[in-house]
């Protein structure tokens, strides 16, 4: 059976290390290697994982931030839990006062007629 593969994006991480904590400071830089990205379409670059990425604009980003794909791109195990099964519990009011709200409860409200 092969493994199951995943993958971490480290683009901000990245950034930060070579002091560029603005999404916008790409935008002018991939603009002189021809790529015209919206201010948006950066953000969701930097800021969310890809799961589609044109060759182009991963050879810019190389460039521009003078590292190696290894360094943008990690690859990890897939996690096998699931993960939106013990939030439905919590919302169901299930698994204790750990899970979800805990003991922070809203007050029932009451409805008086006048």
Same mark, same amino acid.
């Given at each position: 059976?092969?493994?199951?593969?995943?993958?971490?994006?480290?683009? @901000?991480?990245?950034?930060?290390?070579?002091?560029?904590?603005?999404?916008?400071?790409?935008?002018?830089? %991939?603009?002189?290697?021809?790529?015209?990205?919206?201010?948006?379409?950066?953000? @969701?670059?930097?800021? $969310?994982?890809?799961? @589609?990425?044109?060759?182009?604009?991963?050879?810019?980003? %190389?460039?521009?931030?003078?590292?190696?794909?290894?360094?943008?791109?990690?690859?990890?195990?897939?996690?096998?839990?699931?993960?939106?099964?013990?939030?439905?519990?919590?919302?169901?009011?299930?698994?204790?006062?750990?899970?979800? %709200?805990? $003991?922070?409860?809203?007050? @029932?409200?009451?409805?008086?007629?006048?």
């Amino acid at each position: 059976m092969s493994a199951k593969l995943d993958y971490q994006w480290n683009l @901000r991480k990245v950034m930060a290390d070579r002091s560029m904590f603005s999404t916008s400071d790409l935008i002018p830089l %991939l603009a002189e290697r021809d790529i015209t990205l919206s201010s948006s379409q950066v953000y @969701r670059l930097v800021a $969310e994982r890809p799961e @589609r990425l044109s060759l182009k604009v991963l050879m810019a980003l %190389l460039d521009i931030l003078d590292c190696t794909m290894d360094d943008l791109i990690e690859p990890v195990a897939a996690t096998t839990g699931r993960r939106a099964a013990p939030r439905k519990a919590a919302a169901a009011g299930q698994g204790g006062p750990e899970a979800g %709200l805990g $003991e922070l409860r809203p007050k @029932r409200a009451r409805i008086t007629p006048t």
